[in-house]
């Protein structure tokens, strides 16, 4: 345990803490904090939380966690979404809504399973190159032909490695291909979306040579573009796109402390030229689905052009979650519109994002801070689930993170939202901090919290 040296305030804290038990000691505690004296002199008050502000309280308001709960395994869902994501459909959607300065990469050949037969070299030659091979029912094997040489390099049942355009790539190739068409995507995790598409093998445009960076995700919800999450690290060696690192932006380019499943850069690559037409796009797009949340993908044309990849409804098969917790909240609000588009500006998601008001402070047994346990967060979730972690078992970890909710929620309204846990006897509290004296109020909201500790009067 990492230790600091004990305040005398915590001290007599731990001295009341000794004195209470359980719900009716929560309650004096609160009592005694409503009559904490203002210290006058030198003091300034906190900016106050925001009233539009959406607070996180729970777990269930997050986009990965209603996309398990509802999205994946659902018939119902899955046939509404499957046009838009079948990768021969979708170009045709985004076709008909004739989005300003959008394209749509041009489709070579189909093949569907009753002419999959018909898979034969010469069609593979006949086609113009650079192209790329993949199924429009599945995230399954991508090749790409360029230079008469062929390259399956993503979900490759054979190998990745690069060959000439002959029998043998044939072969691969059509190998790769005849058992993607007959796959069922969706038995293996649940993404429905994908049974309800029509098994072809796609061979479209390959624009890599025309772009400069791999696929800009554009998080769009309730039809607002949120944030955006885009490549960093610089092409080399034979790395693919869907192998480097990315940073997650707000619209108007600004870097934000969110993380999801990939390496993040240092430095955030400059803007890209066509940055506020592919914001257009996203907004444009998101127009088709009002009530959720969406990832439009677009590539960033190395001669001004924006492409449409893809829309994603199931990120990564909905197995992860971004941190903090918080962004996935954000997604949730616009799609139930419980956040309303105007008041989520890129000013406000950043703000939103770096805030750590919501202060965790845990103390050991002698009442000491543990400085590694103790930290400031944008969300009562993202600090309740800290809270939850304590816990030794599932039943006492959901006792602990419902615990801290119920406390958070008392001290909404402050400027500073300070909760204390003491492993100890398992005891929280909360309290809030709307002044503080100047020179308090310039160091961290982890200081200003444990300056704030209850004292007995
Ligand atoms: C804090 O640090 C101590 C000592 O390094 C370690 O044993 C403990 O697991 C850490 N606690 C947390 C919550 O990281
Ligand atoms: C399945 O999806 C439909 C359409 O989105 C939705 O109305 C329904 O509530 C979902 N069912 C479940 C069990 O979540
Ligand atoms: C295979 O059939 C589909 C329609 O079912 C058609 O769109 C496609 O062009 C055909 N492919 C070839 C190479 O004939
Ligand atoms: C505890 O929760 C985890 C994750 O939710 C679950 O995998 C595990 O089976 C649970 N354990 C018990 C004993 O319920």
């Known amino acids: 345990m990492v230790l600091s040296r004990r305040p005398n305030r915590v001290a007599s804290l731990r001295c009341i803490m000794m004195l209470l038990a359980g719900v009716i000691a929560n309650l004096q505690l609160q009592l005694m904090l409503a009559v904490q004296p203002s210290s006058g002199e030198g003091e300034v008050t906190l900016p106050r939380q925001n009233p539009d502000d959406w607070v996180m309280f729970s777990k269930d308001t997050a986009y990965f966690r209603e996309c398990v709960k509802h999205f994946k395994m659902n018939h119902t869902w899955g046939k509404i979404h499957a046009p838009f994501v079948d990768k021969v459909e979708a170009k045709e959607i985004v076709k008909r809504a004739r989005v300003t300065g959008l394209d749509v990469i041009p489709t070579l050949a189909l093949l569907d399973k009753k002419n ?30 360029f230079n008469n040489r062929y390259h399956c390099f993503k979900y490759c049942d054979y190998g990745t490695s690069e060959m000439p355009l002959g029998t043998k790539a044939f072969e691969v190739s059509k190998s790769q291909f005849t058992m993607d068409i007959g796959l069922d995507y969706s038995r293996n995790g649940g993404e429905l979306q994908y049974r309800y598409i029509k098994p072809q093998v796609i061979f479209e445009e390959d624009i890599r040579s025309r772009t400069a960076t791999d696929v800009t995700f554009w998080w769009v919800s309730g039809g607002h573009p949120v944030f955006v999450s885009q490549q960093c690290e610089q092409p080399a060696g034979n790395k693919q796109g869907f192998q480097m690192k990315r940073v997650f932006l707000s619209t108007d380019y600004v870097r934000l402390p969110i993380v999801f499943n990939r390496g993040v850069c240092g430095d955030a690559p400059p803007k890209p030229a066509s940055w506020e037409r592919q914001f257009q796009i996203a907004r444009a797009l998101g127009k088709l689905f009002p009530d959720e949340t969406v990832r439009v993908d677009l590539y960033d044309g190395k001669d001004g052009k924006v492409f449409f990849s893809e829309f ?30 105007a008041v989520a500006s890129p000013t406000y998601i950043q703000r939103v994002l770096a805030d750590r008001s919501w202060v965790l402070l845990s103390l050991d047994e002698e009442g000491f801070l543990i400085r590694n346990a103790s930290s400031g967060h944008p969300s009562p979730v993202d600090m309740c689930s800290i809270v939850e972690s304590f816990g030794s078992d599932n039943e006492s970890k959901q006792k602990f993170f419902d615990e801290c909710i119920l406390r958070a929620r008392d001290v909404k309204g402050s400027a500073l939202r300070c909760l204390v846990y003491r492993g100890t006897d398992q ?5 809030g901090v709307d002044r503080a004296s100047q020179d308090v109020a310039s160091r961290g909201n982890l200081n200003l919290c444990e300056k704030n500790l209850p004292a007995r009067r």
């Not at 005891?427 to 309290?431: K, W, Y």
């Open 427 to 431: 005891d929280m509290i909360s309290f």
């Open 116 to 145: 999959i037969s018909q898979y034969s070299l010469e069609l593979m030659k006949s086609l113009k190159q650079p192209y790329i091979i993949k199924s429009t029912h599945m995230s399954g094997g991508v090749a790409r032909v």
């Open 312 to 341: 994603t409804f199931t990120t990564a098969g909905c197995w992860r979650t971004f941190s903090p917790t918080l962004a996935d909240g954000l997604l949730w609000a616009l799609a139930h519109h419980e956040l309303s588009p």
